[in-house]
């Protein structure tokens, strides 16, 4: 069976432009999803600073010096912002061969979200990966850091009712 037997879920025109259905969430959308950059915190982090540099110029002018709370607070942001603004240099589609390399069985279906690790809010790819058997006997989590592309954690087990290997963690 091809890929295109396989029946979409779909929402007939009529009935999404009649409860407004969002052009982001139309599942009939040809376009490559692009996933929005976290570089874009650096914008953040730019009226953090602003806000910080008019707090302190309002104090020197005079305001009262507990602005300068509001400033410290301003900074702080900045610098977390500044800080969580990692440029993602693996996409997807190099996140799941990496995932398809790292568990020990040929890959059927996979899928692959991006999620963020630490108070830095670093970017990691979480791939689901099923073997491809028909029913798949085996999944596995291959977590590849979306900055620079190493494999920080690998799981993989049977499912249950299916013959398999015992689950294995690295």
Do not use: C
């Amino acid at each position: 069976m091809s890929r295109d037997d396989h029946r979409r879920l779909g929402i007939p025109e009529d009935v999404a432009r009649s409860e407004h259905v969002p052009d982001d969430l139309d599942a009939t959308q040809r376009e490559p999803y692009t996933i929005p950059s976290t570089r874009r915190r650096r914008t953040g982090a730019v009226v953090y600073a602003l806000g910080a540099a008019f707090a302190a110029a309002a104090v020197v002018a005079g305001a009262p010096v507990g602005l300068l709370v509001l400033t410290g607070i301003f900074v702080a942001l900045f610098t977390w912002h500044l800080a969580s603004s990692w440029r993602i240099g693996v996409l997807d589609p190099e996140a799941l061969e990496t995932a398809n390399r790292e568990v020990p069985f040929p890959v059927g279906h996979a899928s692959a979200v991006v999620g963020f690790d630490g108070w830095r809010a670093r970017p990691v790819w979480n791939v689901l990966v099923f073997d491809a058997l028909d029913p798949p006997s085996r999944r596995g989590l291959v977590r590849v850091d979306a900055v620079d592309g190493h494999v920080v954690e690998t799981y993989w087990e049977g499912i249950r009712g299916q013959a398999s290997d015992t689950p294995s963690k690295s």
